[in-house]
């Protein structure tokens, strides 16, 4: 096997890889479908690491530094402090959670507020594994979906309809994958106010929040006046700085009455993170800013190239340009209902995306598309779309 090139070390600007260094990486997304297919699917970006991340892995491998994790108060410190200087956001690192990942989180917080047995709702179309981890629980899923004439809101009558009913919680996509749609604090603050009169817990995986476009914040939901009182957050440097694989995530609470449920966390549930992970992504809310920033704006310019490649290329597709995150959410529905879409740019184009009805039903006819990567490799993804409908 050839040695993967590491890219220049003191650079802010990130290093998205030609298709010869992605197919390099051994993750899920390279090995998943065969070598014919070009993966556009799963959330993982095709970007080196940033130096400060990549400095303090190889600092560990080279101290063959590989036991367990010790989190706090490292994690929790830098969290704060990268919630205070990207949102404003005061987090108590006294009320910090380390976990092994968003998903293994959310489950976790699930299982501390007794959810067997009982109603969990969300907004769909949503990220799949929103229903594996209410299964997971032994709970059962109630979907509203979001309000359905282009802007993708959260739909509070339906909301206060669902909460009525008492669900045990309401899993918030904050931004929302996979619209990528960032909620604005009005309507943050309103679904705050329905979690108050009906007793409800807001649970907001918040894993996609640093990647808001340029110019644009996220909203913790935690810092909306009356949240922290029926709060909590899932937040992650995982998505952000492309760290999955390394098993670091953290439950956020803000009030004593929400640090009296995390409280309740399993302790081996901490034993459970990433050591690489923890490092990671202590580096990464420490001294990744910069680059950071430089991947928002990159992520920007595949927005840029994409909607000029689908103007060009596939007319036929509808799109709203996300405010966060790489992941574009495209209505196929001219070209087929289902996941006829996913299917006919497979086969035919052999570009895997994620099949819109994994999202839930209002998916049926879209598809998700991963731009995380390459102004060359985006717009190869795209001429086989195009190819895929001739
Ligand atoms: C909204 C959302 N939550 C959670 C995850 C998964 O996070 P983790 O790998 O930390 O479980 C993803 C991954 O794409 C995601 O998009």
């Known amino acids: 096997m050839t040695t ?45 690491l940033a130096p400060p991340v990549q400095r303090v892995l190889a ?16 994690l929790a410190e830098a969290l704060a402090g990268f919630a205070r200087r990207r949102y404003g956001w005061a987090i108590d690192p006294g009320q910090v959670f380390p976990v092994p990942d968003v998903g293994v989180g959310m489950v976790e917080v699930l299982r501390l507020l007794g959810a067997a047995g009982r109603a969990v709702a969300f907004s769909t179309p949503v990220y799949a594994p929103f ?117 670091c995530a953290a439950a956020v609470s803000a009030s004593p009455r929400m640090h009296a449920v995390l409280a309740r966390m399993p302790e081996d549930v901490r034993w459970r993170a990433g050591h690489f992970g923890v490092l990671a992504s202590v580096a990464a809310f420490t001294d990744g800013d910069a680059w950071l ?11 840029d190239l994409l909607d000029a490649l689908l103007a060009d290329q596939l007319p036929q597709l509808r799109w709203r340009r996300p405010q966060a995150g790489y992941l574009a959410w495209l209505d ?24 819109g009805p994994k999202f839930g039903a209002p998916g049926s006819g879209f598809v998700r598309l991963n731009v995380g990567t390459s102004a060359e490799l985006l717009a190869d993804g795209v001429a086989r779309m195009a190819a895929a409908l001739r």
């Open 332 to 355: 196929c529905r001219a070209v087929g209902s289902g996941d006829e879409p996913f299917r006919r740019f497979l086969d035919r184009g052999r570009v895997a995306v994620e099949p």
């Open 131 to 247: 229903w594996h981890w209410v299964a997971e629980v032994g709970a059962h899923p109630v979907e509203v979906p979001l309000v359905d004439d282009g802007t993708a809101r959260l739909d509070l009558d339906g909301l206060e309809r669902a909460f009525a009913q008492r669900p045990a919680a309401y899993l918030l996509c904050n931004p929302h994958n996979p619209v990528g749609r960032v909620p604005d604090p009005a309507e943050l603050a309103a679904l705050v106010d329905l979690a108050t009169r009906y007793g409800v817990t807001l649970v907001s995986d918040e894993i996609h929040a640093p990647l808001t476009m340029p110019g644009q914040t996220c909203t913790p939901l935690l810092t909306v006046p009356g949240a922290a009182e029926v709060s909590l957050a899932v937040v992650s440097a995982s998505k952000a700085f492309n760290l999955a694989g390394l098993k």
């Open 59 to 74: 600092d560990a491998v080279a101290a063959s530094d590989t036991g367990y994790a010790s989190a706090l108060p490292e």
């Open 293 to 303: 920033d430089g991947v928002r704006a990159a992520l920007a310019d595949r927005f």
């Open 4 to 48: 993967p090139q590491v890219p220049v070390l003191d650079a802010s600007t990130p290093v998205f890889d030609d298709l010869a260094a992605a197919r390099r990486r051994r993750s899920a997304k390279w090995r998943a479908y065969p070598a014919d297919v070009l993966p556009m699917f799963v959330a993982e970006m095709d970007v080196a």
